[in-house]
T-cell receptor, first 113, second 115 residues
């Protein structure tokens, strides 16, 4: 399977702390994306990092990519209760113009007030 | 803009019954996708359609068929439902690779139970 692995599977922290989630994958990629899923909802795109990029920022999010180790990390700084959700990394392969996403199993993040 | 819409939201089937899950997008996207999500798991690709008139198998296509009815609509059909197909089904859409955006936009999901 091409599916990546995420670590940890579950993370519980206090509001205001930083949360770090890691993702490893197996094959060469075009880009890697992170998505958030609130309970009972669809996925929402957070950030994309291309294979030739090493770090990217968006608001309180910081994503790193190490293609030599086939790994990525998502850092959420100054966490808020509203950040409670599951977070998924997705490696992206281009096929016939479509973007085939392969998702990890996700990290369930709980922010305690 | 409604984004990606899916119907129905919930469905219960008996083993052997058939049904079609409907998906529509109003973002003029070329590519559309069907995924399933089992408890505690990430999404797995069932079928995708890179552009109108084309469909291709994803990671877990067995037991499913799809139809790209037009640019807006992409349906998923279960011909003879099995308990192993109990899952939450998500439809998504995106621009073609190299277009203005590389993200996929997801619908709210259909929760299907097969008894």
């Amino acid at each position: 399977s091409q599916q990546g692995e995420e670590d940890p599977q579950a993370l519980s922290i206090q509001e205001g702390e930083n949360a770090t989630m890691n993702c490893s994958y197996k094959t060469s990629i075009n880009n890697l994306q992170w998505y958030r899923q609130n309970s009972g909802r669809g996925l929402v795109h957070l950030i994309l990092i291309r294979s030739n990029e090493r770090e990217k920022h968006s608001g309180r999010l910081r994503v790193t990519l190490d293609t030599s180790k086939k790994s990525s990390s998502l850092l959420i700084t100054a966490s808020r209760a509203a950040d409670t959700a599951s977070y998924f990394c997705a490696t992206v392969f281009l096929i016939q113009g479509a973007q085939k996403l392969v998702f990890g199993q996700g990290t369930r993040l709980t922010i305690n007030p | 803009n409604a984004g990606v819409t899916q119907t129905p939201k919930f469905q219960v089937l008996k083993t052997g019954q058939s049904m079609t899950l409907q998906c529509a997008q109003d973002m003029n996207h070329n590519s559309m996708y069907w995924y399933r999500q089992d408890p505690g798991m990430g999404l797995r690709l069932i079928y995708y359609s890179a552009s109108e008139g084309t469909t291709d198998k994803g990671e877990v296509p067995n037991g499913y068929n799809v139809s790209r009815l037009n640019k807006r609509e992409f349906s998923l059909r279960l011909e003879s439902a099995a308990p192993s197909q109990t899952s939450v089904y998500f439809c998504a859409s995106s621009d073609l690779a190299g277009g203005p955006s590389n993200e996929q936009f997801f619908g709210p999901g259909t929760r299907l139970t097969v008894l």
